[in-house]
């Protein structure tokens, strides 16, 4: 990891921004003001400058576009991921979406994934990060969560499969239909929303969640990170100090953060 | 070679290019600047102090898009979209207009004349602000000083540019000021694309979309585009199933996709009616989410009558809010994640705008003195907290209501004011059907200094009303109550919960523990669905021995509820 990336990112939070174990889901969640694509190109970083990982990373964006990401990644870790590595692949599901007419917009979507995967260079690993494709509920019509996870699943059982990243939103409407309200139907699409949201949620090794701070924006804090262990978090038990240690390192917390206008971030206490 | 020309590339790159097209590329397109803050190149919304919002960069950033989201039946939004519209022509912009008729454009608003340009802070006839005169000879260069020693944004005020730039197209300013009561005469003839909106069709958005693809593809290179879409799902303009995900979303993500493929031409500016698409459902969010600068505007219930009756009330004239604006999202800089920190981004500022004849301001909204202080309304003469507060709590109220689907009463208490006089404020009461019998709400509000200027923060109380430890229907009903609470934490994301105190009046304290129990499995679900919720709630179990509560009963019957609980806490 270069020395820019390191000033770029508290030492605090790179434990967590490494590129997660094999098999497992990292879910990260957003709001409507507070963004976590500055996680996510921490994470492609870390992975495309990584020792240990030797893989590819493959991201698929239905919300930002290419130029976007190249910006984001340089300003996060400093490294060009279009130019210089091999290694990554980018799929732009924003500027070329599969349309209706497409037999099926889910199985198109899967269908290209798949070929992105398959078009990082062979024998090598691969690292699935997924921006936002909870707005295939409204692209794709008459999707339902299950539908979703399902296709999810599907990737998560390539046999290239190393781990896979999920960026979601996650503000109050996203989710409140998780809990029981006789006043209020939720709308079909709040149901999926919802259903994924919480589905992944117990299939996650880790959730790193931003938000606004309780009170309202603030001139020095640009909102809330919080990390929890998911449903999926293995504790490992027996099997020595290393595990131990990590789960020593990944302690849950919640910290307020900074970003500042060169992409730094900074811990506010 | 030392005078050697600008703007003209050294070596061409292919050598076959013809240089005209070179000199197109980086000469900037008319109505448009560069971002001081980043390579980005904006073009104004056509109001100043809109230009002024947007992250710092002194406009909209071209290749983006701004959802103006209004509360009630009032049409403000349509204002900034109008003055957008003008601003395109008068930039010799391409106007795409969906869905209203040539008319709509016939009324835009013409420019302000010149005089009322320069100061445009002054009524006609008035002498110019003196407090701004002296503004200008004494602490101009303090301005540039932000708060806490933050670096602020160079200035981009119309005149910092015309008299930096005197040889750029000086007699077109980058923004104009407009006049409501005039009509639009473009120089030139404007270059507006009608597109209407095919009811018939069953995906009249795909029909709208193709059309702005095609123009823009046929379009020359360098020509800069506007898109103005008023109304957005308004059943008056489109059929109903327009407002099917599938189709408004899919608009919206191919609109965000034709941004970024123009992302030097095209900017867009949509408005949405909340009245009809509340704010707290997946599609509005969604929606949202696939703009880029969100903008929610909140006009005041009433405009009192005594202000626009009263002649000499010379300041109500000239500043006289009417309605909160709340920027919800940035262009740019909320996609980096940089939320309300760094300079000028001003997501969670306290913001009001004003609109008069000739203009539409949206400046800082700083609480005016409370209802009950006589001398300080009179003095002031301006809308009065009352007007806030009740605009705030009507929101609030058809919130909790359209929430929790129940009658409630909700009172908001300016806590500011409850001070040591021992005085209280009457409380702004607004009543939707029976008081709930069991349980009441008490808002309260409070402002925080330091770090967070004009947070607000809704606290709410829960009292429960019985004497004796309860039996097992009783806890059962408190348990419903809890129940309800909590449904509307999580269903509210307008009410910024911060603190809930069960507050157990006459309540023996042997109960304590029951009743704790209960909330804390009430604060487990909470905290269960909490993952990535706007907002955690800290739960507080206040139980009150009786004689403590009868010795305080009496002193406490003139403050009410609330106070009595800041003053407790503070004990």
Redesign the interface.
């Known amino acids: 990891m270069s020395a820019s990336h390191r000033n770029r990112t508290p030492a605090l939070f790179l434990p967590y921004l490494a590129v997660p174990p094999a098999d497992t889901l990292t879910l990260l ?10 996680l996510t190109a921490r994470f492609i970083g870390a992975a495309l400058q990584s020792d240990d990982f030797p893989g590819s990373v493959v991201l698929v964006s ?4 290419t ?2 990401w190249r910006g ?1 990644i340089q ?1 996060a870790t400093g490294i060009d991921a279009f130019r210089s590595s091999s290694n990554f692949t980018f799929l732009d599901c ?2 070329d ?1 599969p349309t ?1 007419p497409q037999s099926s917009v889910l199985a198109e979507t899967q269908k290209r994934i798949f070929q992105a995967i398959g078009s990082a260079s062979a024998d090598r690993k691969v690292l699935l990060i997924l921006d ?1 494709p909870t ?1 295939l ?6 999707t339902i969560s299950s539908d979703l996870n399902r296709m999810l699943l599907a990737l998560r059982d390539h046999e290239r499969m190393h781990s896979t990243i999920l960026a979601l ?11 029981p ?4 139907v939720p ?1 079909p ?2 149901t999926a ?1 919802a259903g994924f ?1 919480m589905q992944q ?1 117990h299939l996650a090794r880790l ?1 790193l ?15 809330v990170l ?1 990390i ?1 262990k998911g449903g999926g978090w293995d504790d490992g038990g027996d099997d020595g100090n290393g595990e131990q240690q990590l789960a020593e390192e990944l302690k849950e917390g919640q910290w307020r953060y ?4 060169d ?1 730094s971030v900074k811990i506010v206490e | 070679m030392a005078f050697r020309k600008r703007n003209i590339t050294l070596g061409s790159p292919r050598g076959g290019a013809p240089p005209a097209d070179d000199a197109s590329r980086f000469s900037q397109a008319p109505g448009t600047r560069s971002s001081p803050l980043t390579s980005h190149t904006t073009t104004s919304t056509g109001t100043a102090s809109l230009d002024g919002l947007l992250g710092g960069h002194g406009g909209l950033i071209l290749g983006s898009s701004i959802l103006i989201s209004e509360h009630g039946t009032t049409d403000y939004a349509g204002a900034l979209l109008r003055y957008y519209a003008a601003e395109g022509i008068l930039q010799g912009h391409i106007v795409h207009v969906v869905g209203m008729g040539e008319g709509w454009v016939r009324e835009l608003p013409g420019v302000a004349e010149a005089r009322y340009q320069k100061t445009e802070d002054t009524a006609p006839g008035e002498e110019p602000d003196l407090a701004a005169q002296e503004r200008m000879k004494i602490a101009w260069r303090y301005e540039r000083l932000g708060q806490a020693g933050e670096r602020a944004l160079p200035d981009r005020s119309l005149g910092a540019l015309s008299s930096q730039t005197p040889n750029a197209k000086q007699e077109i300013p980058f923004c104009h000021t407009f006049d409501l009561t005039k009509r639009l005469v473009a120089p030139s003839p404007p270059e507006i694309n009608h597109i209407s909106i095919a009811a018939a069709s069953s995906e009249p958005f795909l029909l709208i979309l193709s059309n702005i693809t095609q123009r823009l593809a046929s379009a020359a290179k360098g020509t800069v585009h506007r898109l103005v879409m008023p109304a957005l799902l308004s059943p008056a303009l489109y059929p109903p199933h327009c407002a099917s995900p599938e189709h408004v979303v899919r608009f919206l993500h191919g609109l965000r996709a034709l941004l970024r493929q123009y992302p030097s031409q095209l900017t867009a500016m949509l408005t949405l009616p909340l009245i009809l698409y509340p704010r707290n459902t997946a599609l509005v969010r969604t929606l949202e989410t696939l703009a880029d600068g969100v903008l929610e505007v909140t006009p005041f219930p009433h405009q009192s009558e005594e202000s626009q009756s009263t002649g000499d009330a010379k300041s109500a004239k000239q500043e006289r809010p009417q309605g909160l604006v709340k920027v919800l999202k940035l262009p740019l800089a909320t996609d980096r994640g940089e939320g309300g920190a760094g300079a000028g981004n001003s997501i969670g500022e306290d913001l009001a705008f004003t609109l008069s004849r000739r203009r539409f301001a949206i400046a800082e909204f700083s609480l005016p003195p409370v209802e009950g202080d006589q001398e300080a309304q009179k003095e002031a003469g301006k809308v009065t907290a009352k007007d806030v507060w009740s605009a705030v709590a009507l929101n609030r109220l058809s919130a909790v209501h359209s929430c929790t689907g129940r009658e409630c009463r909700i009172a908001i208490y300016p806590k500011n004011y409850v001070a040591e006089d021992h005085t209280c404020p009457q409380p702004i009461t607004g009543r939707l059907g029976p008081v709930i019998r069991t349980a009441h709400m008490t808002g309260e509000w409070t402002r925080f200094g330091s770090a967070r200027p004009f947070a607000t923060n809704l606290n709410i109380r829960l009292e429960l009303d019985r004497d004796t430890p309860g039996s097992k229907q009783q806890l059962l009903r408190e348990a419903g109550q809890l129940q309800a609470l909590h449904e509307l934490l999580v269903r509210c994301p307008h009410l910024s919960l911060t603190k809930v105190v069960f507050c157990m009046l006459r309540q023996l304290p042997r109960a304590a523990p029951r009743i704790e129990r209960l909330a804390r499995s009430v604060l487990d679900v909470a905290e269960w669905v909490g993952l990535g919720l706007q907002q955690t709630v800290d739960f507080e179990v206040v139980v009150e021995i009786r004689q403590y509560f009868e010795l305080f009963l009496e002193e406490a019957r003139a403050y009410r509820e609330a106070t009595w609980t800041v003053r407790h806490a503070e004990d």
């Open positions: 969640t957003s709001t409507l003001s507070c963004t976590c694509n500055w239905w919300l930002h576009d130029s976007f984001e300003r924003l500027s979406a209706p936002t707005l509920f409204s692209l794709a019509p008459e939103p996650s503000d109050l409407p996203y989710v409140s239909a998780a809990t309200n006789a006043d209020h709308t699409l709040e929303h949201t949620v959730v969640g931003c938000r606004e701070l309780d009170t309202g924006a603030a001139r020095d804090v640009s909102g919080r929890t900074l970003i500042g206008r992409g």
